[in-house]
Each structure stands twice: as structure tokens, then as C-alpha cells.
């Protein structure tokens, strides 16, 4: 399976759907699509901003969107679970996706397991069904385990926004013994078989598409390359040239495989060198007095800040004030905090790992250094350092790509486009038997 792409071996996305007569056909097609998230719409997160933007890009282009979020405290992972944080249902989005009509439909969540959400979205679907007609609904992960059955009978195709961070995990558990095989077996139930069972998959990036087909096993024609687009008001972020390279973010979850670790490691490396006029913030959900305790064993506390999760206008504010974003997860599906912070003009240093270097063009947006190499990820900290002039028009490279490649509406085209063919297909009039005898 192949893990990286070179650059020149990523093509661009085509944004031009159109019919000899210029105008686009998707105008001609009207679906109405339900698309479902396993968590609130309030999370501030990228997999929030991301449902948001799609059903909103969506409408744009005449598609009738229902968004189904699970009402969840996201990183609960308790039995029984936690009550719901209202704060985190994401009311305050509501007015503005009314705008394009888009209906929000939230989905209470189990009360005993996270896994099991996807009953109360069956079931929620289920009652819509009676009363609506729906041509396509669209999962991301466990929420969708129990719909495949119910769609078909209801002749309603059934796809995936596959942006997990990495499939291997699925297929290849660690885990021994009994809770080996309830993992698997977990495993096999509640994520692969629906995925193979999917009419139609967007994978947000050529790496997960090779692990959707050699992983899990799903037929590669089903599965579409579609990349995440960035908010243009990342792009509006004004940039001044810097006469030093001192102010370092990183976004995301605070989680082991996202890297929060590697970067303060790096960062106490560089210290120990001699560089030490910088300033590191850490801003996101999880253990904050993880990071804290990094940075202190590393010896560096005292230039570490970390802050909670942002919300898009807070994340604006974090990208605008910073310099240099060291975000080195160990594997990504795509990446939408590297897009955002590229967007927003400053470059960015990571693992070339997953679908990184499709988003990052290694030393001209930013710096990639070899999977949990520590040494290598200080040297390009330094580079960037060492170079102010070299590294602000990396980060204008960066912001000139994302314009270029990573839209919303190109994302939502190629859905829309994926979700047209389904229906040119299932129209398609089937030859009868003594057709084919004759034939």
C-alpha cells in the first residue's frame, strides 16, 4: 500500500462539472442528503467545521442537506457516559445554515456506549424516512454502522466522508486475548462491513483512498478522492515580514498520535542548542496537564502555553499571531489544521506521514521530517528559525496552494458530482434476460 504521494503525482481536483451547453449540471440535480456526525456541531474541532462547510457548500449548489449530529460529549469515552455539555450542541450555528435551508436534526446519543450511537441514528433516520424521501446518506465512522440494511430497503443510497486519521488500526488490533477478539470482532461489525457494504465513498485524501481499498477491502470504484477546502477568511489573514521567527502554535487534539509530545521534545532539543527566544502555544482539547508536564521535564514550562480548544474565529486569532505551526501528528487523512494555518500565511512543520506531504509540499510550503524522528524534526525547526526571509514566503506559498487546491466548493462539487453518477447508474435501464442471451 502505498503511504505518501509525491506531489507531482497528485493531481488537482477538476472544479469544472459542466455540459456542453456551460452550465453546470449539477443545477439539473437537486438530492436531498443527509449527513451524519458523530459528534456536536458546537466541537471545536475540524470535523465540525468540516460538516458544517460541506452541507453548507452543498445547498450552495441546490443539494437539499440534512445534518444529523450526535449529541455527545466528544471525548467521552466513560460507560455509562457522561450528560451532554450544551455549550458543545452548536446552536449558534443554526440561524446561519437556515440561511440555505439546511435542516439540523440532532441525534440524542446512548446513554451506555459511544459505539453504539448508531442505533439512535437508525432510528432517528428511520422516522425521517416516513415522512421524507431521501436520495443519500453520508457517515463518517461508527454513527453509520447500522444503516446500510435500513437504506437499501428504503432504496436510499448509502456513502462515507472517510476522514479517520489512520484505518490501519481497525485491521490491525493489538490488542490479545478476549478483549482482542471483542475489539475485532467490534471492529469488523460496527466500521469495516458498512464501509464495504457503502455505495459510494469521499476519501479526503490518495492515502486514505489506498487504505480504504487495501485495508478494509473496498471496491476501488466506489471510492472518490476528495479533498477539504479552508475557510477563505483564513486567506484574508494579513502578513507581515517578520525580522525573527519567534512565535510557534500547535493545533489539535492533545492526544499522543497527534504529537503535542514530539513537539515539545523537539522544542527542548532546540533550547539545549541555544535557541531560546520563542514562545509555544498548545491549543486544543484533551489533557492539558499532559503538555504541561512535557514542557516541563523538557525545560522549557515556562515558554509553553497551553489553551483550550478555539473557536474558528479564536483559531484566525492563533494562526494570525504566530509565525511558524509544529504540528506533528503521527498520520492524518487529510489534515485540515495544516490547510488552515497554510491558508492563513505561515508554513508548517510535520511528519511526512499519511496524507501529510499531499497537503504540505515539503520545503516549499513547510518542512516534513521522517515519522517520529525527533532530531530531524529539530533541524527544521531551526531552518525555519535560521531563515525568517525563507520562511515567510513559505508561508505565502502555502496560502497561494490552498487558494488553488483545497476549496469547499471544489469539495462539495466532486460529492455532489460522486453522488450524480450514483443516480446516472441506478437509472440505467437493465437489459433483460433475452437481451443478454442474445447478446
Not at 498520520?331 to 490547510?339: D, K, P, Q, S, V
Request: hydrophobic share 40%.
Amino acid at each position: 500500500m502505498r503511504r505518501g504521494v509525491e506531489m507531482s503525482e497528485v493531481p488537482a481536483q477538476d472544479s469544472s462539472l459542466q455540459n456542453g451547453s456551460g452550465k453546470s449540471e449539477e443545477n439539473s440535480y437537486r438530492p436531498t442528503i443527509a449527513i451524519t456526525y458523530p459528534f456536536p456541531l458546537g466541537e471545536a474541532s475540524g470535523g465540525s467545521r468540516m460538516t458544517r462547510e460541506i452541507a453548507r457548500h452543498l445547498a450552495k449548489l441546490g443539494a437539499h442537506v440534512i445534518i444529523l449530529p450526535v449529541s455527545t460529549n466528544a471525548l467521552d469515552r466513560g460507560f455509562p457516559r457522561s450528560e451532554v455539555d450544551e455549550k458543545r450542541l452548536g446552536f449558534e450555528f443554526d440561524r446561519d445554515l437556515a440561511k440555505f435551508s439546511i435542516d439540523i436534526i440532532r441525534v440524542p446519543q446512548n446513554r451506555l456506549y459511544m459505539q453504539l450511537d448508531g442505533f439512535s441514528v437508525r432510528k432517528v433516520l428511520r422516522n425521517i424516512l416516513k415522512h421524507r424521501k431521501i436520495d443519500v446518506v453520508l457517515s463518517y465512522y461508527h454513527e453509520g454502522a447500522f444503516l446500510p440494511s435500513l437504506l437499501a430497503s428504503q432504496n436510499v443510497k448509502f456513502g462515507y466522508i472517510s476522514t479517520w486519521m489512520t484505518y490501519e488500526r481497525l485491521a490491525k488490533n493489538g490488542r490479545r486475548g478476549f478483549r482482542g477478539l471483542v475489539s475485532n470482532w467490534r471492529n469488523q461489525r460496527l466500521l469495516i462491513n458498512p464501509h464495504q457494504r457503502a455505495d459510494i465513498l469521499f476519501a479526503t485524501s490518495h492515502h486514505t483512498r489506498g487504505q480504504l481499498i487495501d485495508i478494509i477491502g473496498v471496491n476501488e470504484q466506489r471510492v472518490n478522492v476528495c479533498y477539504l477546502g479552508v475557510d477563505p477568511a483564513f486567506t484574508e489573514i494579513r502578513r507581515h515580514r517578520p525580522k525573527e521567527i519567534t512565535n510557534f502554535v500547535f493545533v489539535g487534539r492533545i492526544i499522543p498520535t497527534k504529537g503535542f509530545a514530539d513537539a515539545i521534545e523537539a522544542l527542548g532539543r532546540l533550547a539545549k542548542r541555544g535557541f531560546k527566544n520563542w514562545t509555544f502555544r498548545i491549543v486544543g482539547e484533551g489533557r492539558a496537564e499532559w503538555a504541561r508536564q512535557a514542557a516541563s521535564e523538557n525545560g522549557i514550562g515556562s515558554k509553553v502555553t497551553v489553551c483550550n480548544a478555539v473557536d474558528d474565529q479564536g483559531l484566525r486569532r492563533e494562526f494570525e499571531q504566530a509565525h511558524l505551526a509544529i504540528m506533528p501528528s503521527y498520520n492524518e487523512a487529510f489534515g485540515l489544521a495544516f490547510a488552515e494555518a497554510q491558508a492563513a500565511g505561515i508554513p508548517v512543520i510535520a511528519y511526512e506521514t499519511g496524507s501529510v506531504p499531499e497537503v504540505i509540499e515539503n520545503n516549499v510550503t513547510g518542512w516534513l521530517a521522517p515519522l517520529q524522528q525527533v532530531d530531524q524534526l529539530t533541524d527544521c525547526i531551526e531552518k525555519a528559525i535560521q531563515d525568517p526571509e525563507t520562511t515567510y514566503r513559505a508561508g505565502l506559498a502555502g496560502r497561494e496552494r490552498v487558494k488553488r487546491m483545497f476549496t469547499w466548493e471544489k469539495t462539495a462539487q466532486t460529492i455532489l458530482a460522486g453522488i450524480q453518477n450514483l443516480k446516472v447508474v441506478a437509472d440505467k435501464p437493465k437489459k433483460s434476460r433475452v437481451e443478454i442471451d442474445e447478446s
